[in-house]
């Protein structure tokens, strides 16, 4: 079964970051019920620890800063927590996030899958990984694709 990378940033939208976990919980549940290997997952973030996710609710991540990157599995990066276009600008400019950007350019350079939910999209799109491409985000956000 596949492994899992689940990439936090500061302030990620606690339902994405909750639901993502849940489901892969529930494909573990039922991979077990069937006696076949369910997925595993790790959650991690740029300088690790305790993350606030967009509620105040916490959430303890390993750290990416200085380690070497995993070189299999899924990325799944859950959307980021903001609520309008500027907010989106200064955001990506974070430096947590500018440091996620260049690790997904790099990743993807190496073959490995990545996925965005909601406004993490932008991410990719910050990575030069859209270019020429479609992707689906919420209307509001789509001029800064």
Do not use: E
Request: glycine share 8%; hydrophobic share 50%.
């Amino acid at each position: 079964m596949t492994t899992f990378n689940i990439l936090l940033l500061d302030g990620a939208y606690a339902s994405s970051v909750a639901l993502t976990i849940d489901i892969l919980s529930a494909s573990a549940a039922i991979a077990s019920g069937m006696k076949l290997q369910g997925p595993r997952w790790k959650v991690y973030s740029i300088s690790g620890g305790d993350m606030q996710l967009s509620n105040g609710l916490r959430t303890s991540s390993h750290a990416l800063a200085g380690k070497r990157l995993p070189k299999s599995g899924v990325w799944l990066i859950p959307g980021i927590g903001i609520t309008s276009a500027d907010m989106a600008q200064a955001r990506l400019a974070k430096p947590d996030v500018l440091a996620a950007s260049v690790m997904l350019a790099k990743l993807h350079s190496r073959g490995i899958s990545l996925c965005a939910s909601c406004s993490a999209v932008l991410l990719l799109a910050q990575a030069g990984l859209l270019a020429g491409k479609r992707a689906t985000i919420a209307w509001w956000l789509a001029p800064l694709l």
